[in-house]
């Protein structure tokens, strides 16, 4: 029997796991660390969720710990990994406020990705908080369930006015998004530094059909533009870019993600993008390690 110890439960990790455990559960000690409160949230389908095409998260959530565990994993939630003693083989864990420690025969990285934070002056994340929080009230990151359900309840909260947004990125998020306030009867600008929406997906002539089918519901593209500053005094109030000054109550910067690769620790090889580098098993440079999921390369 092997102890395979596995950091990050969302879809690769679940995925994972599962296949894992339906496999070779009988043959193997699987635990699990998560930094989140939940599993499986399904980010892809945030717009529709924030844009009322569907009644709630509820059918955005295809597992659980109570799910994992049935099947004979053991999983720890809301327990950030501190740090990997790759030469001894353990991994350091907050549970329950504190320390644990946990020995492993396999490591499996299944930790991600993490959003861009652009340099921006005004854009600042609370320090030590995991769920992507800003400084500034109304600047709003998109990647996990609760900033989600943070941006439907302030947009519910008719006392605060949130009337003008901002999307900054002109991505499939970025336009999803746009999309959803637009829906709400929200002022909408999408700001890109690129001179068209989807720019790294589609050829021009079909990016220039998408973005007068933007245009033409409703929603400003300011494009070509580099954002320079979100201001406001404690909450949002102005998105300044490097050609215009707009007048904003909300700002949901959809600027793309990086590989959390954090707990490499300098001890594993990266790509050049900052994810795992693994062969065609999924197995890092270190022997023993793998990595699936938005934290590692891919064969093409």
């Given at each position: 029997?092997?102890?395979i110890?596995?950091v990050?439960?969302?879809?690769?990790g679940?995925?994972?796991?599962?296949?894992?455990?339906?496999?070779f559960?009988?043959?193997?000690?699987?635990?699990?660390?998560d930094?989140?409160?939940?599993?499986s949230?399904?980010g892809?389908g945030m717009?529709l969720?924030?844009?009322e095409?569907?009644?709630?998260?509820?059918?955005?959530?295809?597992?659980?710990?109570e799910?994992?565990?049935?099947?004979?994993?053991k999983?720890y939630?809301?327990?950030?990994?501190?740090?990997?003693?790759?030469?001894?083989?353990?991994?350091?864990?907050?549970?329950?406020?504190?320390?644990?420690?946990?020995?492993?025969?396999?490591l499996i990285?299944?930790?991600?990705?993490?959003?861009i934070?652009?340099p921006?002056k005004?854009?600042?994340i609370?320090?030590?908080?995991?769920e992507?929080?800003?400084t500034?009230e109304?600047l709003?990151?998109?990647?996990l369930?609760?900033?989600?359900e943070e941006?439907?309840?302030?947009l519910?909260?008719?006392?605060k006015h949130?009337?003008r947004?901002?999307v900054?990125?002109g991505?499939?998020?970025?336009?999803?998004l746009?999309e959803?306030?637009?829906?709400l009867?929200?002022d909408?600008?999408?700001?890109d530094i690129v001179?068209?929406?989807?720019?790294?997906?589609y050829?021009k002539?079909?990016t220039?059909?998408m973005?007068?089918?933007?245009e033409?519901h409703?929603?400003r593209?300011?494009?070509g533009?580099?954002?320079?500053?979100?201001?406001?005094d404690?909450?949002v109030?102005r998105?300044v870019t490097?050609?215009?000054?707009?007048?904003?109550?909300?700002?949901?910067?959809?600027v793309?993600f990086?590989?959390?690769?954090?707990?490499a620790?300098?001890k594993?090889?990266?790509?050049?993008?900052?994810?795992?580098?693994?062969?065609k098993k999924?197995?890092?440079s270190?022997p023993?390690?793998?990595?699936?999921?938005?934290?590692?390369t891919?064969?093409?």
């Amino acid at each position: 029997m092997s102890k395979i110890v596995v950091v990050g439960a969302n879809h690769a990790g679940t995925a994972c796991i599962n296949t894992m455990l339906d496999n070779f559960g009988n043959e193997n000690e699987i635990v699990v660390f998560d930094q989140n409160s939940n599993i499986s949230f399904l980010g892809c389908g945030m717009a529709l969720w924030i844009g009322e095409q569907i009644d709630g998260p509820e059918g955005l959530f295809y597992s659980d710990k109570e799910k994992l565990e049935a099947k004979g994993a053991k999983v720890y939630m809301n327990s950030p990994v501190l740090s990997i003693d790759y030469d001894n083989k353990v991994v350091t864990a907050e549970v329950d406020g504190k320390e644990h420690k946990e020995s492993y025969e396999k490591l499996i990285f299944a930790t991600g990705s993490t959003p861009i934070i652009p340099p921006i002056k005004g854009v600042e994340i609370v320090p030590g908080n995991r769920e992507f929080k800003a400084t500034l009230e109304n600047l709003q990151f998109v990647k996990l369930y609760q900033n989600a359900e943070e941006v439907i309840e302030k947009l519910k909260d008719n006392s605060k006015h949130l009337n003008r947004i901002a999307v900054v990125g002109g991505g499939y998020i970025g336009v999803e998004l746009a999309e959803a306030f637009e829906r709400l009867g929200k002022d909408v600008v999408l700001v890109d530094i690129v001179d068209t929406v989807l720019n790294g997906y589609y050829d021009k002539d079909f990016t220039d059909i998408m973005a007068k089918n933007l245009e033409d519901h409703n929603i400003r593209l300011a494009l070509g533009q580099t954002v320079q500053a979100v201001e406001g005094d404690g909450k949002v109030e102005r998105l300044v870019t490097d050609k215009e000054t707009f007048d904003v109550d909300m700002v949901i910067l959809a600027v793309g993600f990086r590989p959390n690769t954090a707990l490499a620790d300098g001890k594993i090889e990266l790509f050049r993008n900052g994810a795992f580098l693994v062969d065609k098993k999924q197995e890092t440079s270190l022997p023993g390690v793998y990595a699936v999921g938005d934290c590692a390369t891919i064969f093409r």
